[in-house]
């Protein structure tokens, strides 16, 4: 394993140019149905018009059964409904799934599976996860989880210092419109499918609705997300099987423990040229001198306004 | 009203010392069982020791029957259960309390009423609102709104320059761990109840049992927040009664229109000099003039590591 922490490896090289079309799917911001012009007044009494992202209900059912509304954007419906069953653990790796209906008058989509499915007494167990809201899962927020051991794969600290600064100067609709959260599924320093949720709860099932309906490994994946690496967001990575997971946020305690217990890779705070790596350390190549990495530039810096 | 647009009318006065006992309750940064040291590598490969903050099941009864497991930091276990019921209107107004006992070990809170309650059917139905993790409030999300309309309540600017500027450099989990979301109840320029939690949700709720607790009325009070103002904020705001609605985050769409509907004052984007505001801004008084603000100081910028 090359030490760079001398410094004497070569610098970065980010790429030039940043090329949206390397994204299988990258985010929409001019998309007219995601964000609203609405009119304030700003402190100087002067109007001010400003973007702001739409927030719809989307209700999820699962064959004949009411599952949630959840509050979103409203994009990828069919993705969200999917990654979210899946992530709940009510859509099981070999179902087949006969339809994914979307309405888009009735905000619903149903899922239908050829498996006769029920929910009721997993749908009376609720837990509250962490994060900006209330956060729920139904059922054991821990199910299942004691038997995950997630692949050991190698990380090159030169492939996250690429997807930071690839997606940090990507167009979203944070950056157009804030007060939203990204989530983004990569490949080394590769990011192939970037969601942007009000929830980052959403996003992240969006990204699994993706991976379930392309048949997508997780093993060799990393998600990077915006925000905190809460025990919610360490325990859904480790259920999807993907061994790494990086944020420019910080964590908390429990996320820590679960991820050291699983075995996957757990990066924050990660700006510029720093981090810090809370478990799996021994899995992270260091193959660049952080030195060589350039100091994100101002306006790429993610506002608190996602907050 | 004054106008100060023109930048006739006085400066802004900030308190030269900042006084936590002007604080009914105040963060504990301190509070041992809150944060605990951990021990990650960072880009150098140097070990670094870094806080990071507890996240723990708490698990609610209303008399016989279990609510919901919230995962929160653990401190005020009672005014979160009582505030968590309310805000899902499980606890009525008139309801007399004839105990909330919490449990450490069994990390339980059961509110015991004189009225025999259940809520069977209102569990069945949940909705997931928008945050930074999958949100979910049981019934009705828009259950009782449409008979809100809140008190017609004055906010003077200086009041809200003057709160941002205290609540910023007072001593907080955030300041010392980040990954945490904080919510004041506030009176005019003072700050009262600073509550944080993993949960922003939850530290809204703690501020409504100290509410219930304290029998504390709403209709003059100003509820600041650091994390962004969605549907769900705007609506536990607005059945908390309270009347204004202040961030240094970002709005979506929904929480805009709702908060117009109802009669909140909803200010967003509150840094340093600027703010929006983008409901109630005819009840806004702007007595102070903007460009008498002092610029937020670097370190009492809020980090995304909030987010």
Known sequence: MPDCTSGECGGLQLAKELDIADYIIA?????????????????TGEISRINVVEERPLTIFLNAQEI??????????????????????????????????????????????????????????KTRTSGCAVGTVFGDMMEGLEDVRLPVTPVRTSWLYALAATINRTPSLYL?????????????????????????H????????????TGTGAEDKILYTTGRLTSEMVIKTAMMGIPVLASRSGFTAWGVEIAQQVGLTLIGRMRGQRFVCLAGDERLLRDVDPASVPVEERKHRRKSSEA
């Open 27 to 43: 985010p929409d911001p001019s998309a007219a149905r995601l964000t609203r012009a609405v009119e304030g007044v700003d402190q």
């Open 202 to 213: 959403n996003a992240v099932d969006k990204i699994a609705g993706w991976m379930l309906q």
């Open 68 to 125: 949630v509304t959840a509050m979103t954007i409203g994009d990828y419906p069919e993705y969200l409904a999917l990654g979210f069953l899946r992530n709940q653990g009510m859509l099981l790796p070999d179902d087949r799934i006969n339809g994914v209906d979307y309405d888009d008058d009735l905000e619903t989509v149903v899922v239908r599976t050829e498996r006769q499915t029920s929910y009721e007494d997993k749908l009376k167990k």
């Open 176 to 200: 157009q419109a804030g007060a939203i959260h990204g989530t983004v599924l990569c490949h080394e320093d590769r990011p192939l499918v970037y969601m942007e949720d009000v929830g980052r």
